[in-house]
């Protein structure tokens, strides 16, 4: 099946300070998502971006699909950005099943 | 964005018991999945779960031990059988959209198995 890493695998900033992380995945894909799993567990869906670039508000992704690879960028990090990040991807031609890298743990000091 | 409920939201049991888990849409939904996430770690899936058949199982997850309802297109149910201390975890059901290709997740059902 199709491999994705993510990194690093931990994360440690002051508040105001700016990240990136990073998701490689192995083969085409005809998906890609980011996710925001909160301290209390609730995952929420941060950008559906198999191609190109969006942002919303302090955060933005671009994924370049022939290079397989996608970032997340965090601005001016607040301490409500702490918890853990995961990428999943679907491959192309492959079922709609999404496959989930290990996560990047990200804790925002105050 | 489709709105997901589970219940129970939290359960302590004891060992060779069983639980059965809720999953609530409010919209109609094609593709509806289970996952296990253990402490510290990513989230596997156990199954999709399809309407009106047989879910369809990953490898290393079997119907005797995670039997999975689906009658409709807006729920959906996992019971964990013959629990032990090793299935202790998140269980999280979730759904995707197919235009586009966006996933949500339920809050999430925290087993503790004694």
């Known amino acids: 099946g199709i491999q994705v890493e993510q990194s690093p695998p931990d994360l440690i900033l002051q508040e105001g300070a700016n990240s990136t992380l990073r998701c490689n995945f192995s083969?085409?894909?005809?998906?890609l998502q980011w996710f925001h799993q909160n301290p209390w567990g609730q995952l929420i869906n941060l950008f559906y971006i198999p191609s190109g670039t969006k942002q919303n508000g302090r955060l933005s992704a671009t994924t370049v699909a022939t290079e397989r690879y996608s970032l997340l960028y965090i601005s001016s990090s607040q301490t409500t950005d702490s918890g853990v990040y995961f990428c999943a991807v679907e491959r192309s031609g492959g079922s709609y099943i999404p496959t989930f890298g290990r996560g990047t743990s990200l804790i925002v000091h105050p | 964005s489709a709105v997901i409920s589970q219940k129970p939201s939290r359960d302590i049991c004891q060992r060779g018991t069983s639980l059965t888990i809720q999953c609530q849409v409010d919209?109609?939904?094609?593709?509806m999945f289970w996952y296990r996430q253990q402490p510290g770690q990513s989230l596997t899936l156990i199954a999709t779960?399809?309407?009106?058949?047989?879910?369809?199982?990953e490898s290393g997850f079997v119907i005797d031990k995670f039997p999975i309802s689906r009658p409709n297109l807006t729920f959906s149910t996992l019971t964990v059988s013959n629990m032990s201390p090793e299935d202790s975890s998140i269980y999280l059901c979730s759904v995707e959209d197919l235009s586009p290709l966006e996933q949500y997740f339920g809050p999430g059902t925290r087993l503790t198995v004694l």
């Open positions: 919209s109609q939904v094609t593709m």
């Open positions: 779960a399809n309407q009106g058949s047989e879910a369809t199982y």
């Open positions: 083969d085409s894909v005809n998906n």
